[in-house]
Structures are given as structure tokens and as C-alpha cells.
């Protein structure tokens, strides 16, 4: 028996590959399938099933690639409907992979298709469960997300209740816990670091799994969601209607340009996505560029950023990471990116276009420049409320194209986040919509909180 989990960091994303006798099944698979492949030509094996835990909202999935690729069956559970060949199974239905088995546990919560996977060993014992976004380490799936449904979140939280207790609890606690998601992720509210982990431990230290009326935890996992980034919903569908051939995606996505085909894109409507280091960014861009630096959770801040999923994208980048942008996007179903300027930044300045700059100045100095400034925070407000520099004003990376009225065009604005990434995100969109007076702060909240500059701090309030 082969299980791998193999876990990428950008999304707070774990697929799975199970290997028995020479044959394999994948659960949850990215979009990209050479991984896949890859590891089942180095076992000698046959990706025999594709399983998956329910409809992603937060990636598109491989499923259907794969398919096509390896002849693998794609699974759903119970109540899920497709616009493509796959097998919807019954609740309690079983797969073999050589002499494993695994066994279909329809937990309805997270959304209506969700399901888990028991995997029964050589020897039919529960040996582990593929929960996917019915329980996560530390956590539970948020029961909001659901597509083209009648039920409400209070609905689907109360069906996870039932499903956790009914389906997932009654489980031997040394069954091993492997979740689709890790810290980072937006389908939880309190994921752990850690990606795995037994049940039992999980019944001592989740909150979701302890003592309590149904009435009490629907209240607990409703409250304190945040909206879902607005790509969510889009993913979805691609991910129940199927999508174009990733390799397809990223071969246009990836061609070099050259400055007048670049330029003539951007006449056309194209966006410019700059995707290099925040403080190579900031000293010279593309004007009306947005900088989504690719070292960081680039997919994620491209589809909470840019609304339209159809979008035309140019980008910057170096050289050899012009593939990786492309599937990053592909991702998250940002298929229309059609190349990079040749030569970078260098290219553009060389020839004379002109450019744009973001003043940046290192947390001393801002602890000193403390008369009459105007903080934006753009961190979460999860984050800010915890602790914050004196006076600033939350305005929140996910919201900020909403919120941009409220700012004076007039005004300086010292922006920072917590180390840095999102604050050079917020002053590239800033500028592009005539802020100019922008102070980017490097190294964020983790750089200021070493200076003398005054904070406020969340104050626990006394239980004595």
C-alpha cells in the first residue's frame, strides 16, 4: 500500500495518490496532470479512478484531463451532476485499487455532493479517510459555497453536523485524517499547519467535533465567515462543466512577445500582471499594471482581484518563470493569458515607454513619520483587530476595489500588510486608480512591530 500526499503551498492544497498491486487512484487533483502521470510511471502502475471529495470552488481540478489522459474512471458522490462522463456513486459503494478497498461516505455539509473516502487496507481494517472539505485539521468546511443550491448555509451546516457525528466520528480514532486543505486555505476559518492527522486527536482538539447541540454549532461555523473571493463560484462550474486542455492553457499563456505585439494586446484591452519581487516592482512598471508577485499566493490574489475570469492577461516575469505563471492562473481558470513581453521590464524601458514608480521606505523611518499620516492597513480584519498600528484605517486587500471611494485622492497614504506581498498589490491598484501620493512600508506589520512605532493590541478581557 502507497499513499502520497502531495501538497501545494500557493493554495493550501493537498491531492492525493493511492497505489496497490499496480494500480492507483488520485483524489482531488490539480489542474495540471503531469505529477499524476509521472508518479504512476514511476511505480509501474495505472491510475485506474479519479475521486473526487465534491465540486472545488477554490481551484479547477484535473479530473477531466486526467480522464482523457489515463482512461481513469472520474467519481463523484451521491447527488452530484456532471456535464461530462463520470460515475456518480452511491453512498456506501466501494472501489478496489488491487487489494485495497475504498469505500464511499456520502457527509453532506460543505455542499451537497461532498464526500469522504474510508480506505480499508489489505486486511478490510479503516486504515484512513480522504475528507476533503468536511473536516479539515483544526477545522470544518465552510457551508457557504454551494452552487446552484436551495439550502442555505444554517441548512448545510446542520447536514455537516449530522454527517460528522453519523459518518465521520463513529470511525476507529487511529484512522488517519487526510484533509484537502491546510492553513491558507479560504474554505475554512481555523485550519491548522499541519496536514494530517488521526481522529482521535481530532475529537480532543477540533472544536467542530466536541460536545454540542446541533443548534450551537451551526451557530459556530456561520459566524465569522468572510465572503468567499469571487472567483469561488466560478471555479465551481468549470470544475461540474469541464474546461480546455490545461497543456493547451499554458502553452498559450507561457509565449514570449514581442513589444508590439505586447503593447498592441494591451490597446486591445489586455491587463498587465507584473509578476516579479515587490521592490523590483515598485522601482519601475508598466503604468496601470497590477503587481501579483508570482513568489507569493499568486492564483489566489489574481482571482480575488480580477473579476473577470475571461480577461485578457499579459504579464512581466523572468524568463523561466513565464510557464509557471501560466498554470498558476490555469489554476484558478484564468485561461486567457496570452504571453509575456520578451525581455521583461528591460525591454519596455529600453525602448522609451514610459513608466511608473511606488516610493517604498523602510519601518523605521515610518515609526518617525508619525504627524498627521494616514495608515491603510490592508491586512484581514482578523488580523488588524489582533493588533495594528495607532490610527490606521483597516481597508482590507479583498475589498478594496469597493471600498476606493473612500479615499481622497489628494491625501498620502503609508499602506502596509504583514510582510510586505499585499501591500505592494494595494499601491500598484491604488495608483492605477489615481492614487498617487502612496508610501509602501517594507516588510509589513512583522517589520514595523520592531520599531517604536505605536501600536494598538487586542486586550484579552479579564474572566476574573
Not at 507561457?254 to 500582471?273: H, P, T
Request: glycine letters at 8%; one cysteine or more.
Amino acid at each position: 500500500m502507497k499513499i502520497e500526499q502531495l501538497y501545494t503551498g500557493c493554495l493550501a492544497e493537498a491531492a492525493y495518490y493511492i497505489e496497490s498491486e499496480g494500480e492507483a487512484a488520485i483524489i482531488d487533483p490539480l489542474r495540471e496532470t503531469s505529477p499524476y502521470l509521472e508518479m504512476a510511471k514511476e511505480n509501474g502502475a495505472k491510475i485506474k479512478y479519479i475521486f473526487e471529495t465534491h465540486f472545488h470552488a477554490d481551484f479547477v481540478s484535473g479530473h477531466v484531463d486526467l480522464a482523457k489522459e489515463t482512461g481513469a474512471k472520474i467519481v463523484f458522490g451521491p447527488t452530484a451532476t456532471t456535464s461530462f462522463q463520470s460515475h456518480i456513486a452511491t453512498n456506501g459503494e466501494e472501489f478496489k485499487i488491487g487489494k485495497l478497498t475504498i469505500k464511499v461516505l456520502h457527509t453532506p455539509g460543505h455542499t451537497p455532493e461532498s464526500s469522504t473516502y474510508l480506505l480499508l487496507d489489505e486486511n478490510g481494517k479503516e486504515h484512513a479517510i480522504f475528507s476533503g472539505d468536511t473536516l479539515f485539521i483544526g477545522d470544518v468546511g465552510r457551508p457557504d459555497l454551494a452552487i446552484k443550491s436551495d439550502l442555505t448555509k444554517e441548512d448545510l451546516a446542520g447536514l455537516l453536523f449530522d454527517s460528522l457525528r453519523e459518518k465521520i466520528m463513529t470511525l476507529p480514532d487511529d484512522v488517519i485524517v487526510y484533509p484537502a486543505h491546510g492553513a491558507g486555505s479560504a474554505c475554512g476559518k481555523n485550519m491548522s499547519k499541519e496536514t494530517f492527522d488521526t481522529l482521535g486527536h481530532q475529537k480532543e482538539v477540533n472544536y467542530a467535533l466536541q460536545n454540542m447541540t446541533k443548534e450551537a454549532f451551526v451557530k459556530e461555523v456561520t459566524e465569522g465567515i468572510l465572503p468567499p473571493p469571487q472567483y469561488f463560484p466560478k471555479n465551481a462550474m468549470l470544475n461540474k462543466s469541464g474546461y480546455q486542455s490545461v497543456n493547451e492553457v499554458v502553452s498559450k499563456g507561457s509565449r514570449a512577445l514581442k513589444l508590439d505585439e505586447f503593447k498592441q494586446f494591451i490597446k486591445d484591452g489586455a491587463l498587465v500582471i507584473d509578476t516579479r519581487a515587490a521592490q523590483d516592482f515598485n522601482k519601475g512598471f508598466v503604468p496601470n499594471s497590477l503587481f501579483i508577485g508570482i513568489q507569493g499566493g499568486f492564483a489566489v490574489w489574481l482571482g480575488t482581484l480580477v473579476e473577470d475570469i475571461n480577461q485578457p492577461i499579459v504579464f512581466i516575469a523572468n524568463t523561466d518563470k513565464a510557464e509557471e505563471v501560466a498554470l498558476r492562473a490555469a489554476r484558478v481558470g484564468y485561461d486567457n493569458v496570452l504571453g509575456h513581453l520578451t525581455g521583461g521590464i528591460s525591454t519596455w524601458t529600453n525602448a522609451g515607454e514610459p513608466v511608473e514608480t511606488i516610493t517604498s521606505i523602510q519601518p523605521e523611518e515610518f515609526a518617525k513619520r508619525t504627524t498627521e499620516r494616514v495608515v491603510l492597513d490592508v491586512r484581514k480584519p482578523g488580523e488588524y483587530e489582533a493588533e495594528h498600528v495607532e490610527n490606521a484605517k483597516l481597508f482590507s486587500l479583498d475589498f478594496i476595489r469597493s471600498n476606493m471611494d473612500e479615499l481622497d485622492k489628494n491625501q498620502e497614504y503609508f499602506v502596509h500588510c504583514k510582510g510586505g506581498y499585499r501591500s505592494m498589490i494595494a499601491s500598484s491598484i491604488l495608483k492605477a486608480n489615481g492614487i498617487e501620493n502612496i508610501v509602501e512600508v517594507i516588510g509589513g506589520m512583522d517589520a514595523i512591530l520592531k520599531t517604536d512605532a505605536p501600536i494598538t493590541a487586542f486586550v484579552c478581557p479579564s474572566t476574573l
